[in-house]
């Protein structure tokens, strides 16, 4: 038997995976319909036994899973299960397969199995690679390809294939964590330097970029490469690792799991404490009231980008406290610009505005003529939120004990559109000296920005007098 790709179920891109209604297009109405173990309902799949929809996952000589299906179910089978054990359920369903008593006729079943289960491993370890850093996993995957390509040489090649791009993808991960490592390093090198000798090392961004839009460029490079290292599981493992009802230990503590999300969520508190800092630096107003209009010609940019999640870091470092209470700096601050994007980023009506603004990058997106229109970067702490709130609003099974599928069509949905924001490139050219400066000038605490404050423009009521005395006999008392 030939093992051609043109030979298997196509399956169509991300992008057009799910309809308007969140749920697959073009469920495969399967044999376990009849045995009534799945529900189905307009032709959508509703719920079933976790037996069942793995029975569904597996492929067989009749039937290849749609692609909707096996992205939606990896994706929520860790709420129940390890994925080494799905892994393990899949190769004895494969074992199962195959005995049929005639050799020969087993032999047939096997070839004409064999590639379908190649292709659903294929589609594993491209969306899902991370899953594979389990040694218990990666075990997993050998004895089944082991299996699969005994006397195969096409189907051999396929899995040889499959091996090079997981290894590939794994490898750039551990690269990207040794960076992160590295930047964080010199972070704390340099704080050390701006605390026992302030002027040697510290800079202000206005002499490292006074253009507005190159700033933008740079941050969605920021932004664009550390979304690409989030796997999608790392939502889901989120919910598991709070679910006080799953075991006292995670499933996930005794795995080296990626952190790529909460990497993602220090850069936005790192951005917005970097803007505070900017501003809480200068000694003159007029500075710092240069520094603010320059932050807010940035993130008008960001918006115009796409780039909503810096646009709204921005905003959140402008709002901080110790700069909001500049009072003499703000008044010298032509603000219509930033009054617009605080408009935009509402957060009223459950962000309605950003949400309107965000459905209108996303059009703009599909029907992208350039790279640049191709650029989405959602509010990600929203994100986050929503897909909380989605976890949280329905329950994973029904009273009957079955998974509860329509739950997590709409998770998936959700994610899914997050897949195809990660996947864009920038279309930027990359400037190393102003991406060095936003990955590792040094970041004042909240504190210190407080006594920044206070030194630009005193304390003005009995309530920031005590604050700056204490901050000042804390400071003091570390000396």
Known sequence: MEYKQGSMPQTPPFGSMFGPTGYNNNVYQSKEEGCGVLRYHDNNLVSGSLEALIQHLVPNVDHYPDRTYIFTFLLSSRLFLHPYELMSKVYQMFVEHQRLGDPHADKIRVRKIAPKIVQLLTEWTETFPYDFRDDRMMRGLKELTHRLTFGDEVCRKAVQQMMQG???????LSQYEELLVKINATVAERLTVLKTKPQSIQR???????????????????????????????????????????????????????????????????????????????????????????????????????????LMAIISGMNMSPVSRLKKTWAKVKTAKFDILEHQMDPTSNFYNYRTALRGAMQRSITAHTSREKIVIPFFSLLIKDI??????????????????????????????????KQVECPFERDRKILQYL???????????????????????????????????????RV
């Open 204 to 310: 202000d961004v206005l002499t490292v970029c006074n253009d507005a839009f190159s700033l933008a460029q740079q941050l969605t490079h920021i932004e664009l490469e550390r979304l690409s290292y989030i796997g999608p599981e790392e939502f889901v493992q989120a919910f598991v690792q709070k679910d006080p009802l799953v075991n006292n230990k995670s499933r996930f503590s005794d795995r080296k799991k990626a952190n790529n999300l909460e990497v993602y969520v220090e850069w936005f508190n790192r951005l917005s404490y970097l803007v505070a800092t900017e501003i809480c630096l200068p000694v003159k107003k007029k500075q710092r009231a240069r520094v603010i209009e320059f932050f807010i010609d940035v993130a008008r940019e960001c918006f115009n980008i796409g780039n909503f999640n810096s």
């Open 439 to 477: 990955l590792t000038a040094p970041v004042f605490s909240e504190d210190a920005l407080f006594l920044a404050s206070y030194e630009s423009e005193g304390p003005e009521n009995n309530m920031e007098k005590d604050s700056w005395k204490s901050l000042r006999s804390a400071l003091l008392g």
């Open 388 to 421: 909380y709130f989605l976890n949280e609003g329905c329950s994973n099974l029904l009273p009957n004990g079955h998974v509860n599928f329509e739950k997590f069509w709409e998770l998936a949905k959700q994610v899914n559109e997050f897949m195809t924001w």
């Open 166 to 172: 997981l290894i590939r993808k794994l490898a750039a």
